[in-house]
């Protein structure tokens, strides 16, 4: 069974860098479009960030852009989403994601990672 697994969550200071890593065990035909959702306590899960196998990135999260950024590794079908500058409102439980055919901030991706806890404290 085609599996997305998360790596790289944890605990960091404000203003610190954290990257989270996504690989992809097995393949599935198609789903090559990945993406990074994050669910903060008591609010609404949220889309961050998309890449598509060509490259083309879409960053939904207002609040993160200039700050987050996703890349992939086709060669081991990994995704990452690189952190920076990370403020007290960032913390969150941030999901990977695949889907077919294009990039969307909606939550119809047919894999989740099983998720990964960030937080922000000093």
């Known amino acids: 069974q085609w599996q997305l697994v998360e790596s790289g969550g944890g605990v960091v200071q404000p203003g610190g860098p954290l990257r989270l890593s996504c690989a992809a065990s097995g393949y599935t035909l198609n789903y090559d479009i990945r993406g990074w959702f994050r669910q903060a306590p008591g609010k609404e899960r949220e889309g961050v960030a998309c890449i598509s196998m060509s490259g083309g990135i879409f960053n939904y999260a207002d609040s993160t852009k200039g700050r987050f950024t996703i890349s992939r590794d086709k060669a081991t079908n990994t995704v990452y989403l690189q952190m920076n500058s990370l403020k007290p409102e960032d913390p969150a439980v941030y999901y990977c994601?695949?889907?077919?055919?294009?990039?969307?901030?909606?939550?119809?991706?047919?894999?989740w990672g099983q998720g990964s806890q960030v937080t922000v404290s000093s």
């Open positions: 994601t695949a889907r077919r055919y294009s990039c969307s901030p909606s939550m119809e991706y047919e894999y």
